[in-house]
């Protein structure tokens, strides 16, 4: 698909994302600060996708799977439906938000990117971000509010939580910037991710324990990705836990090895995205 494609021109091959986002940290915040408000903040509807509607899809689960279906497991012991389930929602939301957003980033800018010169991948950097912004602070509302209300929440492990949900981070941009590509050369690829993310939700842990897996098909739900972010999240948060593993080197291997994939992509295919804009 990107065979022959050029390396990107505007001198940014091999800088890091960091540093790139340093470099240009002016107009990565005003396009952050556009992508927040002009997809959560400018109407009623936003205010809705950023607080009522992950409450609401908390409080039908929670009504389905505790009232109706009278689930029970191990791991509410000492917990209610609801933290579990709040733990991994918002950081689901935030991945599957970031990626669709950022899927079509590329292609829904094409009038800026043919009349400016700018890094292309500061786009896909700041659909994402915004993402993780918005839900991120409704990330830790949430916690809060299940504090107040008696939740046993270890508060004190946050800063490994904020860790695991930037390598967390990492790894959406990785993904993000391959989709972006795709998006601009086969154009279909945003239709495609909608049953695609509805398969990924129910094949994560989202609704239930890992411990709840007929062996057969637990090795299956091991092998996505968010499945350890989202387990690593509940032991800490749920039960102060932490225990260092191979599956933590793998984690931080895998999701800095899928950036680096995606951010060369990027670089040698944005050469030819105004001939497919």
């Given at each position: 698909?990107?065979?022959?494609?050029?390396?990107?021109?505007?001198?940014?091959?091999?800088?890091?994302?960091?540093?790139?986002?340093?470099?240009?940290?002016?107009?990565?915040?005003?396009?952050?600060?556009?992508?927040?408000?002009?997809?959560?903040?400018?109407?009623?509807?936003?205010?809705?996708?950023?607080?009522?509607?992950?409450?609401?899809?908390?409080?039908?689960?929670?009504?389905?799977?505790?009232?109706?279906?009278?689930?029970?497991?191990?791991?509410?012991?000492?917990?209610?439906?609801?933290?579990?389930?709040?733990?991994?929602?918002?950081?689901?939301?935030?991945?599957?938000?970031?990626?669709?957003?950022?899927?079509?980033?590329?292609?829904?800018?094409?009038?800026?990117?043919?009349?400016?010169?700018?890094?292309?991948?500061?786009?896909?950097?700041?659909?994402?971000?915004?993402?993780?912004?918005?839900?991120?602070?409704?990330?830790?509302?949430?916690?809060?509010?299940?504090?107040?209300?008696?939740?046993?929440?270890?508060?004190s492990a946050l800063p490994l939580v904020l860790l695991l949900l930037?390598?967390?981070?990492?790894?959406?941009?990785?993904?993000?910037?391959?989709?972006?590509?795709?998006?601009?050369?086969?154009?279909?690829?945003?239709?495609?991710?909608?049953?695609v993310f509805m398969l990924l939700f129910y094949a994560s842990p989202?609704?239930?324990?890992?411990?709840?897996?007929p062996e057969p098909f637990r090795t299956l739900i091991l092998a996505?990705?968010?499945?350890?972010?989202?387990?690593?999240?509940?032991?800490?948060?749920?039960?102060?836990?932490?225990?260092?593993?191979?599956?933590?080197?793998?984690?931080?291997?895998?999701?800095?090895?899928?950036?680096?994939?995606?951010?060369?992509?990027?670089?040698?295919?944005?050469?030819?995205?105004?001939?497919?804009?």
């Amino acid at each position: 698909m990107c065979f022959g494609c050029e390396k990107f021109s505007l001198g940014t091959e091999g800088v890091s994302l960091g540093v790139l986002v340093w470099q240009h940290r002016a107009l990565f915040r005003r396009f952050l600060v556009r992508e927040i408000k002009g997809r959560y903040l400018g109407s009623f509807s936003g205010y809705f996708w950023v607080l009522l509607q992950p409450l609401a899809q908390l409080a039908i689960y929670s009504l389905v799977f505790t009232t109706i279906f009278r689930v029970r497991f191990p791991e509410l012991e000492q917990h209610s439906f609801v933290v579990f389930v709040a733990i991994a929602l918002w950081p689901w939301l935030a991945f599957h938000e970031g990626i669709l957003r950022a899927t079509v980033a590329i292609t829904n800018n094409a009038g800026l990117i043919r009349k400016i010169a700018l890094p292309y991948e500061l786009l896909v950097y700041t659909a994402v971000g915004g993402s993780y912004a918005v839900h991120g602070v409704g990330f830790l509302l949430v916690l809060g509010v299940l504090t107040i209300l008696g939740a046993e929440l270890s508060l004190s492990a946050l800063p490994l939580v904020l860790l695991l949900l930037g390598l967390l981070l990492l790894f959406t941009i990785g993904v993000a910037l391959i989709l972006s590509v795709l998006q601009v050369f086969l154009k279909d690829i945003e239709h495609v991710l909608a049953p695609v993310f509805m398969l990924l939700f129910y094949a994560s842990p989202i609704l239930y324990p890992l411990s709840l897996v007929p062996e057969p098909f637990r090795t299956l739900i091991l092998a996505n990705p968010l499945s350890y972010f989202f387990d690593r999240l509940r032991a800490l948060l749920m039960f102060g836990e932490w225990s260092p593993s191979g599956a933590d080197v793998l984690a931080v291997l895998g999701s800095v090895l899928v950036f680096v994939a995606g951010l060369r992509l990027f670089r040698r295919c944005a050469g030819r995205f105004e001939e497919f804009l």
